[in-house]
């Protein structure tokens, strides 16, 4: 029986990490001069629309679909995403958490006027903001200088420190922030399962807890098995 799980997807689940490598952390501005500078700003919206233009449409994968279908379950706390493409939220996705944000819209920080991403990447002056003509809109994702949203955070903490069950997506890759979680679940003596294609870099973590079981198989192969377990909790 599978109680209170919570389902975790590492930075690589969506199309290898694509769209997480081309913008990755290290690569987006630094807050404050995104905020300072005009000139900032502009190469920022001019380097992001050209890489989502050379991506074209994201599109709902099927492994996507698996999650969308697992999270129905009633043992299922909550997801934790790490990737960007906003795909789960877009599809309905209803207990989900985007801890490195997402972005399929632009926001206002001083109004708060948000846009979809598309008007942004089709019409770059669409990048001023028309509310309040401040010129700040930003998309979701944390810049350089900036943390995680300190509530999602919290929503992920607290989901850990209620679920039996922790399932890791992380094929090849665990983030430093993954590495934490696992700390938070290994310290409740709950079961954790890192569903991986190789044996993980273990220097920054003794993975020698009984608690932690990794399980060699494909994300795909292993949200089969998901579904199939669920059964019945399925719509
Ligand atoms: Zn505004």
Known sequence: MIKNTV????????????LEKLLSYELRPNIKEFRAYDEVRKNFVKDFSEKLNNIGSLKLSSNYKKILNIEKAKEIVGIINLN??????????????????NISWFYCSECGLDKDVDLIINDQSQFLCNSCNKNILKPSIPFVGQEFSQWDLKDSWMMLNSCDNFIIFADNFLSPVTISFIDVVEKRSKNIFI???????????????????FVYESNEVYLDSLIEKFGDSLV
Not at 84 to 101: S, T
Request: with cysteine; hydrophobic share 35%; glycine share 8%.
């Open 7 to 18: 389902i975790l997807l590492e930075k690589n689940f969506y199309e290898n990490g694509k």
């Open 84 to 101: 960007i493409d906003g795909l789960l939220k877009l599809n309905g996705a209803q207990k989900l958490i985007e801890l490195e944000g």
């Open 195 to 213: 569903i991986c294609s190789e044996s993980l870099n273990s220097d920054s973590y003794d993975f020698s807890s009984t608690c932690i079981k």
